[in-house]
């Protein structure tokens, strides 16, 4: 299964009485760990996998692409993409390999379904980052 992205549900009557919007996405797998992500304009959380936890991901705000690939050693595997901005949600199921890429200043919600500390090893890097490794 590769990404997809969770359809929220609304109660019109929240849009309806003129104070805004209430929007509602009701995951699948029980959500034990959340953390707030900021990226910079045209950087790039490396294409990685989580081997022991599915990865939600609600971004808040600016825009960027999550991309992903089957086969990173095959040039002839092609990469797929979401176009994400605010309010997009998505879900990543362990093992399946990501990046995000910031177009503009990108700020999203990474919710775990395993808290990361207890993961051995929690993320596994793909692409060499140029530094240490992010924790995404």
């Not at 760990?33 to 045209?42: Q, R, V």
């Not at 950087?43 to 089957?70: A, I, N, Q, S």
Request: hydrophobic share 40%; aromatic share 8%; net charge negative.
């Amino acid at each position: 299964m590769k990404i997809e992205v969770l359809k929220p549900s609304c109660n019109l009557d929240t849009i309806r009485d003129g104070r805004g919007g209430i929007f509602t996405w009701v995951p699948p797998d029980p959500i034990l760990e959340f953390n707030m992500l900021h990226m910079h304009p045209g950087k790039v959380r490396g294409l990685h996998y989580h081997p022991h936890f599915v990865e939600y991901l609600l971004f808040v705000e600016g825009e960027g692409v999550l991309v992903t690939k089957d086969d990173p050693d095959d040039p002839k595997c092609p990469e797929e993409f979401i176009h994400v901005a605010r309010g997009v949600c998505t879900r990543t199921p362990s093992g399946v390999m990501h990046a995000v890429h910031a177009i503009s200043s990108l700020t999203f919600i990474a919710m775990l379904t395993k808290p990361w500390d207890e993961c051995d090893p929690p993320l596994v890097q793909v692409e060499p980052l140029p530094h240490t490794l992010e924790r995404v």
